[in-house]
């Protein structure tokens, strides 16, 4: 459900363009506001999942998840939704984070700890592939506002099976530390990073407002970078840069998600508003 939500959005932008009066600029924050905490919390929440345990976190995470989604589904104005959207990516951030950690705990065994992880990456993905289908049904048949809706329902009842069948855990305690000030210029630093990009289209590449905003959001990076040199307790230990294979993993990955997101976005937009495509074929195309 957290991985479908990054996706499930993309087809119902025009229609939310339209309901809610976005600009061309803003519109890329529908999206955005959910991604940008997503990955920009998800070490902190992986964290305090061990410092708490991961059952405590993960409900409380698709909790505010689900709260979110309805807030999202009532929005009547573009202020609403993007604040409703940053709080979604806030609670998809701590559920997803704790998950795989989950999935190792309750199967132990090397075979089905192995098959475990197999089922969970193959969700991830049907999720996400699935996302975009969902949202060209729900938006064209009903509106966009239950592409929204749909997961209260299914967060409701997923807290609820969580509470009952998750194994209880205590966490090694809140004074191992966590670096929430780690978290914070990470965070902050996406966010301006993307703003200084999207607002391009009215400033330019080289104006004052660009290289300013630009230099701001590296130093926040560099800030960050500093943190983890110094923290006692990091969200990303450096050590793990040494390492090629890790680096070159983590720097496709990034390009990969990068390229993904912008080429569904643009598509959308394309096919809607150049080729004329519906919502549903327009999922369906870029599925």
Same mark, same amino acid.
């Given at each position: 459900?957290?991985?479908?939500?990054?996706?499930?959005?993309?087809?119902?932008?025009?229609?939310?363009?339209?309901?809610?009066?976005?600009?061309?600029?803003?519109?890329?924050?529908?999206?955005?506001?959910?991604?940008?905490?997503?990955?920009?919390?998800?070490?902190?929440?992986?964290?305090?999942?061990?410092?708490?345990?991961?059952?405590?976190?993960?409900?409380?995470?698709?909790?505010?998840? #689900?709260? +979110?989604?309805? =807030?999202?589904?009532?929005?009547?104005?573009? @202020?609403? $939704? /993007? %604040?409703?959207?940053?709080? *979604?990516?806030?609670?998809?951030?701590?559920?997803?984070?704790?998950?795989?950690?989950?999935?190792?705990?309750?199967?132990?065994?090397?075979?089905?700890?192995?098959?475990?992880?197999?089922?969970?990456?193959?969700?991830?993905?049907?999720?996400?592939?699935?996302?975009?289908?969902?949202?060209?049904?729900?938006?064209?048949?009903?509106?966009?506002?239950?592409?929204?809706?749909?997961?209260?329902?299914?967060?409701?009842?997923?807290?609820?099976?969580?509470?009952?069948?998750?194994?209880?855990?205590?966490?090694?305690?809140?004074?191992?530390?966590?670096?929430?000030?780690?978290?914070?210029?990470?965070?902050?630093?996406?966010?301006?990073?993307?703003?200084?990009?999207?607002?391009?289209?009215?400033?330019?590449? #080289?104006? +004052?407002?660009? =290289?300013?905003?630009?230099?701001?959001?590296? @130093?926040? $990076? /560099? %800030?960050?970078?500093?943190? *983890?040199?110094?923290?006692?307790?990091?969200?990303?230990?450096?050590?793990?840069?040494?390492?090629?294979?890790?680096?070159?993993?983590?720097?496709?990955?990034?390009?990969?998600?990068?390229?993904?997101?912008?080429?569904?976005?643009?598509?959308?937009?394309?096919?809607?508003?150049?080729?004329?495509?519906?919502?549903?074929?327009?999922?369906?195309?870029?599925?």
């Amino acid at each position: 459900m957290v991985i479908l939500d990054g996706t499930i959005v993309n087809v119902a932008l025009p229609s939310i363009q339209r309901d809610l009066g976005f600009s061309s600029s803003g519109l890329a924050w529908v999206v955005n506001a959910y991604l940008v905490p997503f990955g920009g919390l998800l070490l902190l929440s992986g964290r305090l999942g061990d410092l708490i345990g991961r059952k405590r976190v993960f409900i409380a995470g698709l909790s505010l998840f #689900t709260a +979110a989604s309805l =807030l999202c589904g009532v929005s009547q104005g573009p @202020a609403m $939704l /993007l %604040a409703a959207r940053f709080v *979604q990516g806030i609670g998809g951030a701590v559920t997803s984070a704790v998950t795989l950690g989950m999935v190792v705990t309750l199967f132990p065994q090397p075979k089905e700890r192995t098959k475990a992880i197999g089922v969970y990456s193959f969700v991830q993905s049907a999720g996400g592939s699935m996302g975009l289908l969902a949202g060209g049904v729900l938006t064209q048949t009903i509106s966009w506002h239950w592409i929204f809706f749909v997961n209260v329902p299914i967060g409701i009842v997923a807290v609820l099976l969580a509470g009952r069948v998750l194994v209880s855990e205590h966490g090694v305690g809140l004074d191992e530390g966590t670096d929430v000030v780690g978290a914070l210029l990470v965070t902050s630093a996406l966010m301006l990073s993307v703003y200084t990009i999207v607002e391009t289209t009215n400033y330019g590449w #080289t104006s +004052a407002h660009t =290289l300013s905003f630009g230099a701001a959001a590296l @130093a926040l $990076l /560099l %800030a960050f970078v500093a943190r *983890q040199a110094k923290a006692s307790h990091p969200l990303l230990p450096l050590r793990v840069f040494r390492s090629r294979n890790v680096s070159g993993a983590m720097g496709i990955q990034a390009l990969m998600v990068a390229g993904m997101f912008s080429f569904q976005f643009l598509c959308v937009l394309y096919l809607q508003k150049v080729l004329g495509f519906d919502e549903m074929h327009t999922g369906l195309g870029i599925l």
